[in-house]
Protein backbone atom coordinates (compact mmCIF):
# COMPACT_ATOMS: atom_id res chain seq x y z
CA UNK A 1 0.00 0.00 0.00
CA UNK A 2 1.26 3.20 -0.73
CA UNK A 3 0.32 5.99 1.20
CA UNK A 4 1.97 9.49 2.03
CA UNK A 5 2.91 11.13 5.24
CA UNK A 6 -0.27 14.04 5.85
CA UNK A 7 -0.26 16.57 8.53
CA UNK A 8 -3.07 16.83 10.93
CA UNK A 9 -2.69 20.34 13.14
CA UNK A 10 1.11 20.37 14.36
CA UNK A 11 1.49 16.84 13.95
CA UNK A 12 2.08 14.22 11.17
CA UNK A 13 0.44 10.75 10.33
CA UNK A 14 -0.54 7.94 7.85
CA UNK A 15 -3.39 7.00 6.75
CA UNK A 16 -3.81 2.84 6.81
CA UNK A 17 -6.32 1.04 5.37
CA UNK A 18 -9.01 -1.09 6.91
CA UNK A 19 -7.85 -3.80 5.24
CA UNK A 20 -4.38 -3.39 5.81
CA UNK A 21 -4.74 -2.84 9.91
CA UNK A 22 -7.15 -5.76 9.77
CA UNK A 23 -4.29 -7.74 8.04
CA UNK A 24 -1.86 -6.64 11.14
CA UNK A 25 -4.59 -7.69 13.64
CA UNK A 26 -4.78 -4.26 14.42
CA UNK A 27 -8.27 -1.91 15.20
CA UNK A 28 -8.88 2.02 16.00
CA UNK A 29 -7.29 2.90 19.10
CA UNK A 30 -5.39 -0.24 19.85
CA UNK A 31 -1.74 1.00 21.05
CA UNK A 32 1.27 0.38 19.09
CA UNK A 33 5.09 0.61 19.22
CA UNK A 34 6.61 2.66 16.31
CA UNK A 35 10.45 1.80 16.06
CA UNK A 36 13.15 2.57 13.29
CA UNK A 37 15.22 -0.05 12.02
CA UNK A 38 17.86 0.53 9.31
CA UNK A 39 16.22 3.80 8.63
CA UNK A 40 12.38 1.74 7.91
CA UNK A 41 9.40 2.55 10.03
CA UNK A 42 8.55 -0.57 11.74
CA UNK A 43 4.89 -0.48 13.78
CA UNK A 44 4.32 -3.26 15.81
CA UNK A 45 1.00 -4.16 18.08
CA UNK A 46 0.91 -3.97 21.54
CA UNK A 47 -0.34 -7.78 22.56
CA UNK A 48 -2.81 -6.73 25.35
CA UNK A 49 -5.92 -8.33 25.94
CA UNK A 50 -7.99 -4.75 25.34
CA UNK A 51 -6.81 -3.27 28.63
CA UNK A 52 -6.99 -6.16 30.74
CA UNK A 53 -4.00 -8.76 32.31
CA UNK A 54 -3.74 -11.57 29.93
CA UNK A 55 -4.47 -14.99 32.03
CA UNK A 56 -2.38 -16.56 29.47
CA UNK A 57 0.97 -14.67 30.74
CA UNK A 58 -0.39 -14.47 34.49
CA UNK A 59 -0.52 -18.00 34.60
CA UNK A 60 3.25 -18.11 32.80
CA UNK A 61 4.69 -16.04 35.67
CA UNK A 62 3.63 -18.42 38.63
CA UNK A 63 6.49 -19.90 39.77
CA UNK A 64 7.04 -23.74 39.50
CA UNK A 65 7.58 -23.99 43.26
CA UNK A 66 4.16 -21.84 44.24
CA UNK A 67 1.70 -23.76 46.84
CA UNK A 68 -1.74 -22.29 47.14
CA UNK A 69 -2.82 -21.78 50.58
CA UNK A 70 -5.56 -20.44 52.54
CA UNK A 71 -6.17 -16.57 53.94
CA UNK A 72 -7.84 -15.56 57.09
CA UNK A 73 -9.76 -12.29 56.19
CA UNK A 74 -11.05 -11.99 59.43
CA UNK A 75 -14.80 -12.61 61.08
CA UNK A 76 -18.06 -12.25 58.81
CA UNK A 77 -18.94 -8.69 59.04
CA UNK A 78 -22.23 -8.52 57.32
CA UNK A 79 -24.95 -11.82 56.92
CA UNK A 80 -22.93 -14.21 55.84
CA UNK A 81 -23.51 -17.78 56.26
CA UNK A 82 -20.38 -20.28 56.78
Known sequence: MITKVQKW??????????????D???EVGDPVDVTVRDGVL???PVRRVRGRL???QL???IPADYTPG???WGPPTGEEVW
Open 24 to 26: ADI
Open 42 to 44: VVT
Open 9 to 22: GNSQGLRLSRELLS
Open 54 to 56: DLG
Open 70 to 72: EFD
Open 59 to 61: VRE
